[in-house]
């Protein structure tokens, strides 16, 4: 079986729907989403739609100084953060806190209005939920003390600092918006744009000119193929677009010849330089609410629900939702080995080193989530400590020729000596923050504890057994000029070596600047749309 489109994006992602979206509002094409899952409502229900159980986070564009060495490596100066604004703002539009709403009253948002241009009609909703975590409060006030200064938002290019970050989320019903929600559900309504869900795909499919015109898929072992007379877009995110890479030929010919996959593109940057930024946390018993409650109080749990369904408040309306960033202090890299400051140097001037996120919940056991229930009657917030300029770079590959083998992944976090440096110092730098929390913690350090990790050798051993992966991973197809042995696609996503074909996701980041990647997708997402519809 044969189908036929204009235009086919294969991942239903952040990316993916934002081309797709806007793609399909144009009546001379024709658009396919090829989604090997389903519709996140179905599939997930809740954990993917109340949004203190879904991920929300909207920081915002990473710093001026990140894009510029974007730019600089991609030999494109749409990518300086002044020129490639317009894209962050024409994806979404925002709506200020609801002060009548928001509870408690001291989680006051500062934020700037300039950043944001609703105007532009950006589907995606960014707005702040109708709570604000008691514990976000303190924890502010602990990085103040530590020196981590309150800013206006992370939205402007500046991250150095804290703030209560905007969320993507429907201010209307507090529900999460995402490019499901905001991008997909406009084209539906108005537009002939196609979803093919619980659609594998098996391979992307060339000509004799290595051309892509399509791409096999298998829905319930029925395999089919969806042709495209204009373009290919693969948008599987960091780990699946480089594995659909290579099982389809694009990639380092050792690994394609191991399992006889016929070499369209022999490109070895295809699974390398991956990017990603892995956190560890402290926790500690509090005597403020957390979301801790819901599961050791009943009553409470059943009064969150009703406030949440009946009037869009409370604590299921978002997560702690404060944020600091820095680079670290003096006195925390006094101790650097001048190969680790030599490194820390590549970075631009105001990218932080560290990013601390509030967890309004315990986060302790993050390998090992088995440990996180307490019969106890005490509450617990974590703050975690997340690299955001890391040094360390992962890879992905295959395991066989099979799409049905999901790629292996191996993030290689920590490997760098350097990254190992800066963990032990941001560990200590959480400690700084909670002890400039007076008054808010029951008794001591609760996890790891003071008693067994002190020396550096401990916290660093400690740091390697709890950090895990936050889904940041970028950078494994990279963007990069004509020449650059490890890149993979143009600064126009444009696959090299073969026609017809872009990756547009995480995965061609040349770099993954601080922050969360998110709106930085988005943004990617609309500017490729452009050089399409501009007749690139």
Known sequence: MQLMTTCEILGGGTAGLTIAGRLAANPQLSVAVIEAGGFYEIDNGNGSVIPALAPVQHVGPGTEGSYKQWADAVGDDSYLFPNFLKYFKRSC??????????FPTNGTVDFNPRAFDNSLGGPLQVSWPNYAAPIATWAQRGMQAAGILP????????LIGSAWVANTLNPTNEQRSSSQTSYLNRAIQNTSIVVYTQALGQKILFDSNKTAY???????GQIYTIRANKQVILSAGAFQSPHLLMLSGIGPRQTLQIYNIPVVADLPGVGQNMWDQPYFGVSFRVNVETSTRISKD??????????????????LTGVASVLGFEKLPARSRANFTMATKSKLRTFSRDWPEIEYLVENTFDGYTNNRTGETFADPYQYATITAILVAPLSRGNVTISSANPADPPVINPNWLTDPA?????????????????????????????????????DAQILAYVRNA????????????????????????????????????VVDASVFPVLPPGHPQATVYALGEKIVEDILGGD
């Open 93 to 102: 539009q925002v709506t200020p806190p609801n002060l009548e709403k928001r």
């Open 298 to 315: 009943p009553l409470f749990a059943i009064q969150a629900s009703k406030d949440y369904l009946l009037n869009n408040t409370g604590i």
């Open 419 to 455: 990254d190992a440096e800066v963990a032990v110092a941001a560990f200590k730098r959480l400690r700084d923050i909670w002890q400039n929390m007076n008054g808010t913690t029951v008794g001591p350090e609760f996890y790891p504890g003071t008693a067994n990790v002190r020396t």
């Open 467 to 502: 950090l895990i992966q936050i889904w940041h991973a970028s950078a494994t197809c990279k963007m990069g000029k004509v020449g650059d042995p490890g890149a993979v696609v143009d600064s126009r996503g444009r696959v090299f070596g073969v026609q017809g074909l872009r």
């Open 151 to 158: 800013i206006r938002g992370f939205d402007s290019g500046d």
């Open 214 to 220: 399509g791409v096999s898929v298998n829905t319930a």
